[in-house]
């Protein structure tokens, strides 16, 4: 699950832009992949997993975060 998640905000946040909610939807899409419990994966209305990312340079510096309740 890690790394489909790690691979799918590599492919859709790029250095310098904000991220956006496609990201975040793109991201979503990869985590509730692995959800098996479907109730859960729909637990909250209108559909959307609260979730926060965070994008660290490689040094480990948080350079940007998004997050949606």
Known sequence: ???????????A????????DGALNRIEMDFRAFDGCLPCATHTLPGRLPMEVVVHDPDGTVVARASRH
């Open 13 to 20: 946040i790029h250095r310098g832009e904000a991220v956006t």
């Open 1 to 11: 699950m890690f790394i489909a998640i790690r691979r799918a905000a590599q492919g």
